[in-house]
């Protein structure tokens, strides 16, 4: 089951947003967290892994 639009959208971890997408910088590596809800308050959550590559230097992470 879909649930019921409009949905609702919350992006937490290292980038954060209230939209269907995210977009922008995001703070290094880490966990980017989508939570979402139907109209009728049901919710989903998941979560991804992001490493984050230095655009310069290709071959390698960037480490802090």
Do not use: E, F, H, M
Request: charged share 10%.
């Amino acid at each position: 089951d879909r649930g019921r639009p409009p949905y609702s959208y919350q992006w937490s971890g290292i980038a954060s947003g209230s939209y269907a997408a995210v977009t922008g910088p995001v703070s290094g590596s880490g966990t980017l967290y989508l939570n979402v809800w139907d109209n009728l308050g049901q919710a989903s959550t998941q979560a991804a892994k992001y490493v984050y590559v230095d655009p310069n230097n290709p071959g390698g992470l960037l480490c802090n």
